[in-house]
């Protein structure tokens, strides 16, 4: 059974940091790009960032941009979101999602960790 298991959520003030992680079991880790989701409240689902398996090319929405740094340690099955300077409009549940390549959807979803950031 695949899972991915998503932590590091919480509440922090506007301008801080928190790192996400992606813990994943089940499925061949390095053969799967990950992707970072998220979906505030009365919004749709957004795509945040997403690394690739084969090269480990990254790429991010422009709202994050230069903020955000998406890595993975194929090594530990894990993949990680390092969110600095976080903003009041970054407060949403986040997702991970395993999939062939970061160009498709996210075939396999974890549960979400919700990010509170207070003004």
């Known amino acids: 059974e695949v899972q991915l298991q998503a932590s590091g959520g919480g509440l922090v003030q506007a301008g801080g940091s928190l790192r996400l992680s992606c813990a994943a079991s089940?499925?061949?880790?390095?053969?799967?790009?990950i992707g970072w989701f998220r979906q505030a409240p009365g919004k749709g689902r957004e795509r945040v960032s997403c690394?690739?398996?084969?090269?480990?090319?990254?790429n991010y929405a422009d709202s994050v941009k230069g903020r955000f740094t998406i890595s993975r340690d194929n090594a530990k099955n894990t993949a990680y979101l390092q969110m600095n300077s976080l903003k009041p409009e970054d407060t949403a549940v986040y997702y991970c999602?395993?999939?062939?390549?970061?160009?498709?959807?996210?075939?396999?979803w974890g549960q979400g960790t919700l990010v509170t950031v207070s003004s």
């Open positions: 089940g499925l061949i880790f390095d053969g799967y790009a």
């Open positions: 690394i690739d398996s084969s090269d480990g090319s990254t």
């Open positions: 999602a395993a999939m062939i390549a970061c160009s498709l959807e996210g075939y396999y």
